[in-house]
């Protein structure tokens, strides 16, 4: 696996509520922190995790598979003020709650309608953007 040294997010490209979110953390990241990869893509098919539900976000950060909230709360461990706070916050509830909350959120991820993911339009993000 060629990419075992990058902190990858793992989504459903798929999902136009996570898209959103994806576009929203490479506007944040300044540090250039995470790369991005669907849940359907040739990589996500070499990690297996092709065969995960969509609503699981997965992060592989410092070679650590992370999933739902706990995925979360990595991800905003790494940006500024006030999100690494909010990962403080996150990890202090167990984890069957916190993914509880997680999995809420995904199953209505939806409501507003099937979007494909739309960050093929934004070309300076290109580099981070994994197939």
Known sequence: MKHNDKNIIFY????GFCSFWVRWLLKRDKKHTFYFASLHSDLAK???FHQLNKDTLVLIYRNTIFTKSRAVAAILSELS???RVLSTVILMFPICWADSVYSFVAAN???GGKNS?????MEKFKPYILS
Do not use: G, I, M, V
């Open 46 to 48: 070499e990690y297996n």
């Open 117 to 121: 993911c739309q960050l093929k339009e």
């Open 12 to 15: 459903d490209a798929e999902c």
């Open 109 to 111: 991820r939806f409501l």
């Open 81 to 83: 003020l006030p999100y």
